[in-house]
């Protein structure tokens, strides 16, 4: 399928090292928080969330960061590998409960 | 897999024509949400259907219009198509609000 991430910013990162993906958030209402990567042609997969009641959590090889001074939201994934080439998007859900809001997307290319 | 499951994959329309996209959600879930999302952007919520009744729209026009069906699958229709339509149509279900979204692999509309 085409490409989500034609004319995203880039974040190259060598195989096995740790990648950082930020994101600000403009809702200071919001209170929940999910990252989601989504590869060509597929549509964007699930991989961990946050509340706004924690500042940290962590799951298999990734760490959501929390921010809510300064709306800002960081995933961490830890040795990063050849199957996590992919776009990564940040989203939010205002008190209204029932619309995500997707920031502008990373693409994570990682190299060999 | 999610198990949301959307059709067509592809389509291609013509300006003016009229079109409907198809999504079955996961098993269980009475909530849908419909996005575009644009070459190079993130998903954009069109709206929400909870239990057969709107439940939420963002900024699209009329033309866009919806229905969710007893066994809470789902249609997105669209008039008039412009070219500006063309995107990948993705849907995702959940339980209630507030709760992880389950996205379909999208459906990919080309308006010529």
């Known amino acids: 399928g085409e490409s989500v991430g034609l004319h995203l910013p880039t974040l190259s990162v060598q195989e096995g090292d740790n990648s950082i993906i930020n994101c600000a958030y403009s809702?200071?209402?919001?209170?929940?928080f999910i990252w989601y990567k989504q590869e060509s042609g597929k549509g964007p997969q699930f991989i961990i969330d946050i509340r706004s009641n924690m500042d940290k959590r962590q799951g298999q090889r990734v760490t959501v960061l929390l921010n809510k001074t300064v709306k800002h939201l960081s995933l961490q994934i830890a040795a990063t590998q050849p199957g996590d080439s992919a776009v990564y998007f940040c989203a939010e859900i205002g008190a209204a409960g029932n619309k995500l809001t997707f920031g502008g997307g990373t693409r994570v290319l990682v190299k060999p | 897999e999610t198990g949301v499951t959307q059709s067509p994959t592809h389509l291609i329309k013509t300006r003016g024509q009229q079109v409907t996209l198809r999504c079955s959600s996961q098993?269980?879930?009475?909530?849908v949400s419909w996005y575009q999302q644009a070459l190079g952007q993130g998903p954009q919520f069109i709206f929400q259907y909870y239990r057969e009744e709107e439940n939420g729209r963002g900024n699209f026009p009329p033309r866009f219009s919806g229905l969710q069906f007893p066994n809470y699958s789902s249609e997105l229709n669209v008039n008039a198509l412009e070219l500006d339509d063309s995107a990948l149509y993705l849907c995702?279900?959940?339980?209630?609000?507030?709760?992880?979204?389950?996205f379909g692999p999208g459906t990919r509309l080309t308006v010529l």
């Open positions: 098993s269980g879930h009475n909530t």
């Open positions: 809702n200071s209402a919001s209170d929940y």
């Open positions: 995702a279900s959940t339980q209630g609000a507030n709760n992880e979204q389950f």
